[in-house]
């Protein structure tokens, strides 16, 4: 009787032990914050700026910073998965005093323009649209300094999606 007892504990231990091991590699093999952090600042010129967004509708950026009179590129990178015809992104960085809740609202009916409306009358500049694993850079000359702000503008995102650009 103590040999069985012995052997049904075992197996069972054995098995706990198995299915804490596939739990953790689950774990380990999904998560957007990792893969967000793949992307890095490039070193040097501080108007050379990465952002990434996800799938989770997400910048892992709030706010950027640039001097004011020189060059300004901007590379966007999607990190997600998702297809651009469901969880597209772009960047888009919006003139001074431009009310970004209406531009997102109307950006969500400019689909044939890749959500940018007004042949862009608002905009200082864009990237295209893209999807997950997809990058996207644009360069402009920086504006004035001041504060504007930016967003993602397939449709809902810049809910979420949206930061401010401080040009010092």
Do not use: W
């Not at 940018?116 to 000359?141: C, M, Q, R, S, W």
């Amino acid at each position: 009787m103590k040999v069985l007892k012995v052997l049904v504990f075992s197996i069972f231990a054995v098995i706990a032990v198995s299915c804490g091991d596939k739990k953790e590699e689950k774990k380990a093999g999904f998560s957007y914050e990792k893969k967000s952090e793949v992307v890095k600042e490039a070193q040097g010129d501080s108007n050379d700026v990465v952002i990434t967004g996800n799938d989770m509708m997400q910048f892992n950026k709030k706010e950027i910073r640039i001097k004011a009179g020189q060059k300004v590129k901007i590379t966007l990178t999607h990190v997600g998965k998702m297809d651009k015809n469901v969880m597209g992104h772009n960047f888009v960085l919006l003139k001074s005093g431009v009310d970004l809740i209406a531009f997102g609202n109307k950006a969500s009916s400019a689909k044939d323009t890749e959500y940018i409306p007004d042949d862009g009358a608002d905009v200082i500049a864009h990237t295209k649209l893209i999807g997950g694993g997809e990058t996207a850079v644009v360069e402009f000359d920086a504006p004035a300094a001041g504060t504007y702000d930016f967003l993602c503008s397939f449709p809902g995102h810049y809910a979420i999606m949206k930061g401010k650009l401080i040009v010092e």
